[in-house]
């Protein structure tokens, strides 16, 4: 069965695709498969977003309810202009305090990891549910 990492992968071939018919070089850094590079980090760098206290990526759009794949080129990309600084969490301390694990207030992201394994098939998304950036949050 396809996951969602398979739609992003597919998405980002299209791309890729539609450059190289311009005439430059690309070539997809897959979504789950990094070789290394944080795609996090180029999306911080690239304008898309700041580091919240969660430690996840935070899009002005969608929040922290975002994954990314990247491309490679030679082609002239223009900047986005950056959406806040990084200390744009402001006051907030919903994710600290509601990640059952206690992961996030010190950076334990090991304690993440655990528990979400004893979770089985299913996923935790609170920290990225109740961020004031992503619509779940918006609401209250
Ligand atoms: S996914 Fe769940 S356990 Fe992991 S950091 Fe977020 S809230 Fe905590
Ligand atoms: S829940 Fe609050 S503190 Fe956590 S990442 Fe979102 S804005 Fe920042």
Same mark, same amino acid.
């Given at each position: 069965m396809p996951s969602n990492w398979d739609g992003i992968d597919r998405k980002t071939k299209k791309i890729v695709r539609l450059i190289k018919? *311009? &005439?430059y070089d690309a070539d =997809? =850094?897959?979504a789950f498969k990094r070789d290394g590079i944080s795609l996090q980090r180029l999306a911080v760098e690239s304008g898309m &977003?700041? =580091?919240g206290? /969660?430690?996840l990526v935070i899009t002005e759009s969608f929040g922290p309810a975002i994954r990314f794949s990247g491309i490679l080129t030679d082609a002239e990309i223009k900047i986005q202009k950056k959406l806040k600084p990084e200390n744009s969490c402001g006051d907030c301390v919903r994710c600290i305090v509601n990640c059952p694990a206690g992961a996030i207030e010190k950076k334990e992201s090991f304690k993440c /990891? @655990?528990?979400t394994e004893g979770l089985g098939q299913k996923d935790c998304s609170i920290c990225v549910d109740i961020c004031t950036y992503s619509d779940e @949050? *918006?609401?209250g």
């Open positions: 018919d *311009r &005439g =997809i =850094i897959f &977003g700041f =580091i206290k /969660s430690g /990891s @655990g528990y @949050g *918006r609401r």
